[in-house]
């Protein structure tokens, strides 16, 4: 039987760190000592009893350990958990674990790891307003709905939170508790809050670092008039379902350390506690499902109709970066805004380009041209602006031209502030191209795409005394292409089921306003609890599909998790407000890989007329049809499972609710099942948007429904006119007189 390792997962918030995936560096803190103990996760098999206490659990999960009549053998069981795993957590040396192995109960051992965490204008712009269309009394702003947020904490006396006059009380079978050391933390918008970090000091759900704040009130803040960072971007805040309820997890000790057991012990409670909606904005190096903690746990999540929303990583624009990616998680991208803080960049010779910073300062004199240098003497454009490079350069009271990659802009002032420069212009390197973000910079100072650096780099080379200076022109509205997928997002294919088309979504993730515990760069000395930052990555688009899917089931409490993502995704957005295709980072059009089935639009996805849906039994015969062991199978479903008695099936044979495939000489025939969500009487015809190389035929090509839950099943008949395609794209379309059903398709010949 497999013998896995405890991972950290991590924030995916955009980090100035190495790559959140970076496999080696999570196992570095690994030691290879067999006689030193070291923390698992126990996956046993499920047993046929119910235990009726705490104790009773406990000790039956002892018995798994040997020489438990010695003294400090209690301390090695960590923890036990109920609802997300069948097993317990224990520190044990190499020789205790093979011990553990031989009980008959055994299935596998998962090393403890560790993971890393990875808005006034979002809501408006994913066409929610107050009173109108979807996001009205109507859709009760998600009342009822709980959404449970795994992250690093929450600030409960932000008003995102403290403000709960408008909120309903929590449903009767809620269970959840307040882990909070003074009363009045918890509330109608905040209703639990608890901490599972195994390190005593803190072992409160406070928010010592600003991310669970951040996603908490992104996903259910409360409508907050005034919002604004350092004065920009003001407006009223609200989180995208403002009347639900709010639960925090905190699993992460740090922004960089979550560890897996508490990860795991944070959907443990979430499922028993009854909420409706888990959201998970962490990640880190991907392994197969059965050694994977959040897709473990979030299974036994869907079984009870909760829905699991998860950052796809932020490890983009590279190929297969694509984290959480198991086909029952919603796994979700980020996406630029139509808004920009905007500072533009004015050089000697008369040029004006856009960049953005959300530090707008009110005195600085734009008419005042600044000597530019460049922040290094390499030629090498990722090597700019390093502390000790800037000290071989004269700075002081210039502006300083760096480059490097999105992520580091912030950082990059501070060293450019602290080497006495007096602004600084900051170019991404080319793989961010155009993603630039408005961020609570420490100088003046504007972030600009790669282009505009390399335009003036040429005029910095140009000329013997370069000028340059920034006009600070506030929030700008309206800015296209809009949405693009952010450089950082991470892509697809999944590397563990590149038969999936990963990621589902995009939403906003990039200088997203939401609440934050501490003042941001202060300028006055006011006290007040009023603060907000703005702050980028797939973290961030996570709790927007969050709160969307509590929308979305406050309204359809009968509806799977498979449904909420199947409306979710057919109804998504491919053409951005240029009127284009959705593109990329680098203004082209970006692939589905990118994208998945779009941007969310969740005025659409409230009233999908079909969707795709699927049983547990349908993922599991998907997880035998990867070729996974019993055992591997049993770890994730809880479940005893004999593959060899039920039906396997491959990838493309999942009713996804989209179509990714390979298809031989011969062609392939797909096999969808689509239920009535709709009108009783209803009637689609097919539309196909095929690229010329492909042979596409579907059917039947009309579907009658006469009533709502009817499900119909349709065959999609697959040639490649020629071979060696890839990813060639095109949409499958089911077409009524008031709507469209989507599905992204990507084929490629073997
Ligand atoms: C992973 O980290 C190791 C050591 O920290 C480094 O040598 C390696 O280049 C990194 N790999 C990637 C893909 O970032
Ligand atoms: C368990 O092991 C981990 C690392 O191996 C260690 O940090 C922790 O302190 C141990 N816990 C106990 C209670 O012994
Ligand atoms: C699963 O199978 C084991 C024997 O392998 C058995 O002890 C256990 O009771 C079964 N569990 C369930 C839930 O049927
Ligand atoms: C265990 O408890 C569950 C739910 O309370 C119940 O459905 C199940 O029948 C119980 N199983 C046994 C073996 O008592
Ligand atoms: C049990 O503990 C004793 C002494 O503490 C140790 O020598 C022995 O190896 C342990 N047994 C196992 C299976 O680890
Ligand atoms: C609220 O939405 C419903 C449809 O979801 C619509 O019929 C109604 O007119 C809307 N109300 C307002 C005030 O816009
Ligand atoms: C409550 O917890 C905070 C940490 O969140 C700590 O700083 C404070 O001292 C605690 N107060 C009491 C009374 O324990
Ligand atoms: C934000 O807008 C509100 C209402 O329009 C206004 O009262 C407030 O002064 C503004 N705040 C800032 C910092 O501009
Ligand atoms: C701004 O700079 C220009 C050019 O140096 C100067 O003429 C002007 O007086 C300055 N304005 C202020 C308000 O300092
Ligand atoms: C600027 O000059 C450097 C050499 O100093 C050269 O390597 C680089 O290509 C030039 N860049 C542009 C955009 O002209």
């Known amino acids: 039987m497999a013998t896995l390792t405890l991972l950290i997962l991590s924030f995916l918030i955009t980090l100035t760190t190495p790559s959140l995936l970076n496999a080696s560096l999570a196992s570095s803190s690994q030691t290879d000592n067999p006689s030193i103990p070291q923390t698992y996760i126990i996956l046993v098999k499920p047993q046929n009893f119910n235990f009726t206490t705490q104790a009773a659990r406990d000790n039956w999960y002892a018995s798994f350990l040997p020489n438990k009549t010695i003294n400090f053998i209690k301390s090695r069981l960590l923890r036990t958990y109920s609802d997300a795993i069948s097993g317990f957590v224990a520190n044990l040396t190499v020789q205790e674990l093979h011990q553990v192995e031989r009980h008959p109960s055994f299935l596998t051992a998962i090393p403890n790891r560790n993971l890393r965490l990875l808005t006034t204008h979002t809501p408006a712009y994913l066409g929610l307003y107050p009173s109108q269309g979807f996001w009205n009394l109507t859709a009760s702003f998600g009342a009822g709905i709980i959404i449970g947020m795994l992250d690093s904490g929450i600030h409960a006396s932000h008003p995102s939170f403290s403000h709960d006059q408008a909120m309903p009380d929590p449903p009767p079978q809620w269970k959840g508790i307040c882990e909070f050391n003074y009363t009045g933390a918890c509330n109608k918008k905040l209703i639990g809050a608890r901490s599972h970090t195994l390190w005593k000091d803190l072992k409160s759900p406070d928010d010592l670092f600003g991310h669970g704040t951040h996603t908490s009130a992104t996903a259910a803040g409360a409508f907050i008039p005034g919002a604004n960072l350092l004065g920009s971007a003001n407006g009223t805040a609200a989180g995208l379902a403002p009347l639900a309820h709010l639960a925090m997890y905190r699993v992460c000790e740090t922004v960089m350390f979550c560890s897996t057991d508490a990860i795991l012990a944070g959907l443990d409670s979430a499922i028993n506690d009854g909420v409706h909606i888990i959201s998970l904005s962490l990640g880190g190096p991907s392994y197969p499902f059965y050694e994977d903690v959040i897709a473990i746990g979030a299974f036994k999540a869907i079984k009870k109709g909760i829905l699991v929303s998860c950052a796809a990583g932020n490890d983009g624009p590279f190929d297969t970066t694509v984290g959480n990616a198991a086909p029952w998680l919603l796994t979700v991208g980020a996406s630029t805004t139509d808004r920009n803080v905007r500072a533009t960049v004015k050089l000697g010779n008369g040029e004006e380009l856009d960049g953005q910073s959300a530090y707008q300062p009110k005195r600085y004199n734009a008419s005042s041209l600044l000597p530019l240098v460049k922040g290094s003497n390499n030629k090498d454009v990722t090597m700019y602006c390093l502390p000790e490079t800037l000290q071989s350069i004269n700075v002081r009271g210039k502006a300083v031209l760096c480059f ?87 892509r697809g294919p999944s590397y563990r089921t590149p038969g999936i088309l990963k990621p589902d979504i995009i939403a906003p993730g990039v200088s997203v306003l939401a609440a934050w515990p501490f003042k941001v760069r202060s300028e006055s000395n006011r006290l007040t609890n009023m603060n907000f930052n703005m702050i980028s990555g797939t973290s961030m688009a996570t709790p927007h599909l969050s709160g969307i899917a509590a929308l979305l089931k406050s309204v359809h409490r009968d509806w799977s998790a498979a449904a909420i993502k199947s409306a979710i995704m057919t109804t998504a957005d491919t053409i951005g407000n240029d009127g284009e295709p959705i593109k990329n980072e680098l203004h082209e059009p970006a692939s589905f890989f990118d994208f998945g089935a779009g941007q969310v639009n969740p005025l659409k996805a409230a009233d999908p007329g079909l969707v795709y849906d699927l049983t547990v039994d349908e993922y ?60 009783a009487s209803s009637c689609y015809k097919v539309k196909l948007e095929m690229p010329e190389d492909l042979e596409v035929g579907v059917e039947p090509e009309m579907l009658q429904f006469t009533k709502v839950g009817e499900k119909q099943g349709f065959t999609v008949r697959i040639k490649a006119k020629s071979s060696g395609l890839t990813n060639a794209q095109g949409s499958l379309k089911w077409v009524s007189d008031k709507r469209v059903v989507r599905s992204s398709v990507i084929v490629s010949t073997k």
Not at 475 to 483: E, K, L, M, R, W
Not at 645 to 653: G, L, M, V, W
């Open 620 to 679: 599991t015969s998907y997880l035998c049809g990867l070729g996974y062991t019993n055992a591997e199978v049993e770890v994730i479903t809880g479940t005893n499972v004999s593959c060899d008695e039920i039906k396997k099936i491959s990838e493309a044979e999942l009713n996804y609710p989209s179509i990714l495939v390979i298809v031989p000489s011969e062609g392939i025939e797909v096999r969808r099942v689509v239920t009535n969500v709709g009108e």
């Open 404 to 490: 490097g990659d999105n992520s580091e802009a912030l950082d990059t002032g501070i060293v450019v502030k602290k080497a006495g420069g007096a602004a600084m212009i900051f170019a991404n390197i080319i793989q961010n191209g155009y993603t630039t973000m408005a961020e609570p910079h420490v100088l003046p100072a504007s972030h600009i795409d790669y282009n505009s650096g390399v335009q003036i780099l040429s005029y910095v080379n140009s000329t013997a005394n370069p000028t340059a200076s920034i006009i600070f022109k506030g929030s700008i509205f309206g800015v296209t292409p809009a949405p693009t997928v952010a450089s950082f997002s991470s």
